[in-house]
Each structure stands twice: as structure tokens, then as C-alpha cells.
């Protein structure tokens, strides 16, 4: 008999890096029927409010929604250090100049969504899908937009000026990264099938990273804008599989404490959340 566990995660060429060893029979899931589901982001924060997926990516904004259903993985996180979500626009703008301008964001629970409230309390935003945010700012149809992914490389090819990279503004705010998404494992799952599927999630990330050339063939064929440009799609992997990713250590937990602590300071969490991690091994 098999257990059906159900991972669920972006389309992206850093997630695939991630996963795949595991979607690839590179590890011993003996006894597991996994299988892997692909949605964007927000996507898949709303699909964890009814608990959906065994392990599911999530943003660590909608993770504060989401404590009753789910604990973090003790790896797979991505921060963005000294780098992340960047506010573009068709001409130079200013943070003053936002309220009284539309902003494109990739969705209400996206962790650049909470970034940018905590960067610009009084901005007014609609949502579009992170793949049209490029085509929502050069049409008028939003005055800027936060892209994510890898527009956070590709936006200078478009012609738009950037605003601030929240990343950038969160490091010299703070001093550490910016912690953007992680994954989660269902609570209500047996204590022995969550320690050995956080294990399995640690050594997919320990082979990606061990076996760079191989996993990034594979993660290619997920690159959208950057496909054709392998130097690119190196540098997009590397920004958000890393070190931070095989664990978060203390500092990284911390990171992660601090945003929620942040978002809830300023009134756009309703309630303060304590991160809760799966114990390691």
C-alpha cells in the first residue's frame, strides 16, 4: 500500500531546481506515491486555506493565515538577500508618489504584496497575474507593478524604470533577508510521514545543489522570459536556491519572525503569528 502525498508548487525554474531529485527518481520514496501539482503562487496560497496539498509552497504573507493548517519545513525557503520584488514603472516614480497612482500586485497574499504595504503603508493597488503585470503597466492599466519571478531580471529588457527593489530596501531596513515563501506540510499528517517528507524535501534541495549542471538542465525547461539565456537562468536558480534554502538556521527563522512581527505592527496582519517549524530529521 502506498501513501498519495501531493506537492504543490510553482512553475518556475527555481522551484524545479528544488524539486528534482524528487520528481525525477534521484531519491528513495519507496512506499510514497507522489505526485507533483503546478500553480502560481497565489494560486496555491488560496488553495492552502482548505488545506489542498499534503506540502505546498506557500508565501510567508499568506502563511500567517495559515498556522492552523500548516508548519514550515525545516528547508526550501526562499529570501531574497539584498534583492527581491521590484517595483517597475514606465517612468521614474517615487514612493510619495504611489497613493495617488495604481499599483499591479501578483496577489493579496503574496509577500511582495506585504512588502510593498510595508514599504508604502498608503498605496492603492489591483491584483494581475504575475505573468501580465509587464503588459498591465506598458498598457496604462496600472501607473506601476511588482514583479516577481524572473521579471525581477527581465524588466530592464521591457524599457521600465524601477522604483525600489524591496529586497534591496528590506537589507538596509533590517539588516538580513527578505524571507518571500517557503513550504509547508500538513499538520493533520502522521508525525513519522512529516519528518521523513521533510527529509526527502532536504536532500531533493542537497542533490540540486550537489549536482548543479544536472539539476539546471531540468530547471531550464521552466524558465519562461530567460529560457534561451542559460547564464541568466543560472543567476535566477542561485538567487533563490541557495544556502538559505538547504536551511533556514537561526538567522533565517528570525528573518521570517520579523516580517510577520512587521506586518503585524503595522496593522496588515490581523493578529501577531509565531512561525512554527517541523523539528529537523
Not at 59 to 66: P, W
Not at 139 to 157: F, K, M, N, P, Y
Not at 247 to 256: K, L
Not at 261 to 277: M, Q, W
Amino acid at each position: 500500500m502506498t501513501i498519495p502525498v501531493r506537492i504543490a508548487h510553482s512553475p518556475d525554474s527555481d522551484d524545479a531546481f528544488m524539486f528534482y531529485a524528487l520528481t525525477q527518481g534521484r531519491l528513495d520514496t519507496a512506499g510514497l506515491e507522489i505526485s507533483h501539482v503546478l500553480a502560481d503562487i497565489e494560486t496555491l496560497n488560496r488553495a492552502a486555506f482548505d488545506g489542498t496539498y499534503e506540502i505546498t509552497a506557500f508565501s510567508f504573507h499568506a502563511y500567517a493565515h495559515l498556522r492552523d493548517r500548516y508548519v514550515i519545513m525545516p528547508s526550501g525557503a526562499s529570501f531574497g538577500d539584498g534583492y527581491g520584488p521590484v517595483v517597475i514603472a514606465r517612468r521614474e516614480i517615487a514612493r510619495d508618489d504611489l497613493p495617488e497612482l495604481v499599483t499591479a500586485i501578483p496577489g493579496e497574499l503574496t509577500t511582495a504584496h506585504l512588502a510593498l504595504r510595508l514599504w508604502q503603508p498608503a498605496v492603492k493597488t489591483i491584483v494581475v497575474p504575475f505573468d501580465e503585470i509587464f503588459a498591465a503597466v506598458a498598457s496604462g492599466r496600472a501607473d506601476a507593478g511588482v514583479v516577481i519571478h524572473e521579471g525581477q531580471l527581465t524588466w530592464q529588457d521591457e524599457g521600465f524604470r524601477a522604483t525600489v527593489d524591496l529586497g534591496a530596501w528590506w537589507k538596509e531596513e533590517t539588516g538580513g533577508p527578505l524571507p518571500l515563501g517557503g513550504n509547508g506540510i500538513r499538520k493533520d499528517l502522521e508525525p513519522a510521514l512529516r519528518r521523513r517528507l521533510c527529509r526527502l524535501l532536504g536532500q531533493s534541495i542537497a542533490y540540486a545543489l550537489d549536482h548543479r549542471d544536472e539539476a539546471l538542465g531540468y530547471a531550464v525547461e521552466y524558465a519562461r522570459e530567460i529560457a534561451a539565456d542559460p547564464v541568466r537562468a543560472d543567476r535566477f536558480v542561485g538567487m533563490y536556491v541557495n544556502e538559505w534554502t538547504r536551511a533556514y538556521g537561526e538567522a533565517g527563522r528570525r528573518a521570517v519572525q520579523l516580517l510577520l512581527d512587521r506586518g503585524h505592527e503595522a496593522g496588515i496582519l490581523p493578529a501577531r503569528v509565531v512561525a512554527e517549524f517541523e523539528a529537523e530529521g
